[in-house]
């Protein structure tokens, strides 16, 4: 059984949802609030409160990528250097978390496979509501685009793990993109094979390093250190369940992984205007998850 724990008042009798793979119970709990003034910017609030809730001295901890996650590593770096966290190591997710994490004094280890982590905080693009599943990977900054594997196998290897958003990133029928690892060699021919798939509701791009490349990328499409070119699943409608698109995907051959993560241990922090509301997904046994 999966019980989604949100913050906002919800009629019991009114609240469960059934899917494919879930069962999902909402129960109503205290706003989250936290202690910062109201001047301050919502996702702060929400990167403040993720340190002050989750992370514990001893801890090796996933360090996100994306401007919440910037805040989160500013404020265990200050936190550290107070004394009130101690001997607290970080997991890096990009170039960039990475470097941030150093500014802030947070000491350092690269991800392996096999590697033991605590607890790991990621700005999501978007989260599905109740199911909690999070698309990463859509932004298209070249230098983040090669560390999509990266940041879901840390995020999935972790025992427990927040996303920070803004509320309008979290609801149900979500539209845009989602990212897709394909194999360069025969990228062309997976890419029609998703096209058919979704014919009518989504386009396929390839991501290029360049603006205005077209679909196919133009001359000059990313190609990860991996090997790997990245398709732009583009939804035109509201996506019924993210689960499905996952599962449909990874039956795709040449399909090497995606931006869609199903974490069944994990916490969403939504920063809205004037308060930090958390919505949390724990489960006994989910097929698919982490």
Request: aromatic share 6%; hydrophobic share 40%; charged share 20%.
């Amino acid at each position: 059984m999966v019980i989604a724990t949100a913050s906002t008042p919800v009629s019991l009798s009114s609240s469960v949802l059934f899917t494919r793979r879930r069962n999902f119970k909402r129960f109503s709990v205290p706003p989250v609030t936290a202690s910062l003034s109201p001047e301050v910017s919502p996702l702060l609030r929400a990167a403040h409160h993720t340190v002050d809730k989750y992370v514990k001295s001893g801890m090796i901890i996933g360090l996100g990528s994306g401007e919440a996650s910037d805040m989160a590593i500013r404020y265990l770096g200050h936190q550290l250097r107070s004394g009130s966290l101690q001997n607290v190591v970080g997991v890096p997710m990009s170039a960039r978390s990475a470097s941030e994490a150093a500014k802030s004094g947070i000491p350092l280890e690269y991800f392996r496979d096999g590697f033991q982590i605590d607890f790991a905080f990621h700005d999501a693009d978007a989260v599905e509501e109740n199911t909690l599943i999070a698309v990463i990977g859509r932004r298209r900054i070249s230098q983040e685009d090669d560390y999509i594997l990266k940041q879901k196998s840390i995020v999935k290897a972790a025992d427990e793990a927040v996303f920070m958003i803004k509320e309008e990133q979290y609801k149900a029928g979500l539209e845009g993109s989602v990212p897709v690892l394909v194999q360069s060699l025969n990228w062309l021919a997976i890419a029609e094979e998703i096209d058919d798939l979704y014919l009518g509701d989504a386009e396929v791009w390839r991501r290029a390093s360049v603006e205005n490349a077209g679909p196919l990328g133009g001359d000059f499409p990313i190609v990860t250190s991996d090997g790997h070119n990245i398709l732009d699943v583009i939804f035109t409608t509201p996506i019924p369940s993210l689960a499905d698109v996952a599962t449909s995907l990874d039956k795709i051959d040449g399909v090497v992984d995606h931006g869609l993560i199903i974490k069944t241990r994990c916490t969403v922090m939504i920063a809205e205007e004037t308060e930090v509301r958390s919505v949390t997904l724990q489960t006994s046994a989910v097929e698919g998850g982490v």
